[in-house]
């Protein structure tokens, strides 16, 4: 079992059968678990066994299963689930942070993920934010004293790949902790953890489920840093994945693989069907030669992922338009899924970041987020054509 391949370890890791045998992962919609005498009890509050739970908050057979087929993909020891994937960038930065402490951010980062970081310097923790793509940046931001780094390893929306391995060396030299929220990236033949990630997040709302059902999220590390730092705030604070979303997720785990890689070779396709195409003024894909970041790419992913960032040299106006002319793609915020989704981030998923804030990050009044379902990539490009062509 240690040497299986991920996609091994996808479709058996972390099975924990019932008395029954079945074959088809359960789901333990319980919250409590029942006791065989009063001394089993005492005995399970002081240390519980790897099959035995107390309370749903502190962990369910279901969502351990999920917890540990994740964690075998990724290659951690460990994995502790959440909520959403918020609710784990946010127990994460809790757990690792005291007042004082110094954390070392880039800046392109989900909205979310900065309102938690404005957060934190309330309670006098300092937050320094860099330009994630410029080694410079992290050289000079790096020093002694910063006690956590946080990154994504592809920025939403713009698509800037961050390398891992070049920042992760910056921060182990002066002991912080490296936090990589992989959700864009997917642990699909791009492990954070092995190109030197400490702690990896994901959002499994995204690619795990796969079909916009339902939210998810989960830490992976250390046995030390789960068990040691998360565990203990997350169990008490409550944000604990429903064992039903944990089944969705472990089952989407089974085919993960296969959906993502089939999703980034359509991507890729469509990428290269509309490169040079008048319309754009850019067209960002991290699987093509021209993307400013392809060496990272190359080195810490073996395919370009699952999005595209289209930005229209008509501005809004031509935005809206594509969208409007699109058939299959659904006007949408989520990504990962089944179905193609577009997004006009400036109007929606950014709309309140500020004007000069949007300029530094790219997100310009044409820019479009395609995220690449499962349909026929020939429909796909087709369809982008004839909506390029209506504007
Ligand atoms: C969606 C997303 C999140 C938040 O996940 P939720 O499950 O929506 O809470 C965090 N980081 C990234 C990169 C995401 O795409």
Same mark, same amino acid.
């Given at each position: 079992?240690?040497?299986?391949?991920?996609?091994?370890?996808?479709?058996?890791?972390?099975?924990?059968?019932?008395?029954?045998?079945?074959?088809?992962?359960?789901?333990?919609?319980? =919250?409590? &678990?029942?006791?065989?005498?009063?001394? =089993?009890?005492?005995?399970? &509050?002081?240390?519980?066994?790897?099959?035995?739970?107390?309370?749903?908050?502190?962990?369910?057979?279901?969502?351990?299963? &999920?917890?540990?087929?994740?964690?075998?993909?990724?290659?951690?020891?460990?994995?502790?689930?959440?909520?959403?994937?918020?609710?784990?960038?946010?127990?994460?930065?809790?757990?690792?942070?005291?007042?004082?402490?110094?954390?070392?951010?880039? !800046?392109?980062?989900?909205?979310?993920?900065?309102?938690?970081?404005?957060?934190?310097?309330?309670?006098?923790?300092?937050?320094?934010?860099?330009?994630?793509?410029?080694?410079?940046?992290?050289?000079?931001?790096?020093?002694?004293?910063?006690?956590?780094?946080?990154?994504?390893?592809?920025?939403?929306?713009?698509?800037?790949?961050?390398?891992?391995?070049?920042?992760?060396?910056?921060?182990?030299?002066?002991?912080?902790?490296?936090?990589?929220?992989?959700?864009?990236?997917?642990?699909?033949?791009?492990?954070?953890?092995?190109?030197?990630?400490?702690?990896?997040?994901?959002?499994?709302?995204?690619?795990?489920?796969?079909?916009?059902?339902?939210?998810?999220?989960?830490?992976?590390?250390?046995?030390? &840093?789960?068990?040691?730092?998360?565990?203990?705030?997350?169990?008490?604070?409550?944000?604990?994945?429903?064992?039903?979303?944990?089944?969705?997720?472990?089952?989407?785990?089974?085919?993960?693989?296969?959906?993502?890689?089939?999703?980034?070779?359509?991507?890729?396709?469509?990428?290269?069907?509309?490169?040079?195409?008048?319309?754009?003024?850019?067209?960002?894909?991290?699987?093509?030669?021209?993307?400013?970041?392809?060496?990272?790419?190359?080195?810490?992913?073996?395919?370009?992922?699952?999005?595209?960032?289209?930005?229209?040299?008509?501005?809004?106006?031509?935005?809206? !338009?594509?969208?409007?002319?699109?058939?299959?793609?659904?006007?949408?915020?989520?990504?990962?899924?089944?179905?193609?989704?577009?997004?006009?981030?400036?109007?929606?998923?950014? =709309?309140?970041?500020?004007?000069?804030?949007?300029?530094?990050?790219?997100?310009?009044?044409?820019?479009?987020?395609?995220?690449?379902?499962?349909?026929?990539?020939?429909?796909?490009?087709?369809?982008?054509?004839?909506?390029?062509?209506?504007?």
């Amino acid at each position: 079992m240690d040497d299986w391949k991920p996609r091994t370890r996808a479709a058996h890791g972390g099975t924990r059968r019932s008395q029954y045998g079945e074959v088809s992962e359960a789901i333990f919609l319980t =919250q409590g &678990f029942v006791y065989d005498s009063a001394e =089993q009890a005492e005995a399970r &509050f002081l240390e519980s066994g790897p099959d035995e739970f107390i309370y749903a908050r502190y962990g369910n057979p279901t969502v351990r299963m &999920f917890e540990e087929r994740l964690a075998g993909i990724e290659g951690t020891e460990d994995g502790f689930a959440a909520a959403s994937g918020m609710a784990a960038v946010n127990a994460v930065l809790m757990a690792a942070t005291r007042p004082g402490d110094r954390i070392v951010a880039a !800046r392109a980062l989900f909205g979310s993920c900065l309102y938690i970081l404005e957060w934190l310097r309330g309670f006098g923790v300092e937050v320094v934010l860099v330009d994630g793509t410029s080694a410079e940046d992290w050289r000079a931001a790096l020093t002694e004293g910063t006690s956590l780094v946080f990154l994504e390893t592809i920025a939403n929306p713009t698509l800037e790949v961050i390398d891992i391995a070049l920042v992760a060396e910056l921060a182990h030299a002066v002991g912080a902790l490296l936090v990589v929220d992989n959700t864009f990236a997917t642990p699909v033949g791009a492990s954070a953890a092995a190109a030197g990630a400490d702690v990896v997040i994901y959002s499994s709302t995204k690619h795990i489920d796969g079909g916009g059902r339902g939210l998810g999220g989960v830490v992976l590390g250390s046995e030390d &840093f789960i068990r040691g730092t998360y565990e203990p705030y997350a169990k008490h604070t409550g944000a604990a994945l429903s064992p039903f979303n944990a089944w969705m997720h472990l089952k989407g785990l089974e085919t993960l693989d296969l959906r993502v890689r089939a999703m980034a070779e359509s991507a890729s396709r469509i990428a290269d069907a509309l490169a040079g195409h008048g319309a754009f003024a850019r067209m960002i894909y991290p699987g093509r030669a021209d993307h400013p970041q392809h060496a990272a790419v190359a080195r810490q992913m073996d395919h370009g992922g699952t999005m595209l960032a289209l930005d229209l040299a008509g501005g809004k106006a031509a935005a809206f !338009r594509f969208l409007d002319a699109l058939h299959i793609p659904v006007i949408s915020n989520n990504l990962g899924d089944a179905k193609s989704i577009v997004t006009h981030p400036a109007t929606t998923t950014h =709309q309140r970041l500020p004007d000069e804030q949007k300029q530094l990050l790219g997100i310009t009044p044409g820019l479009v987020r395609l995220s690449v379902g499962l349909e026929d990539s020939d429909d796909l490009i087709a369809d982008i054509e004839a909506a390029l062509a209506v504007i």
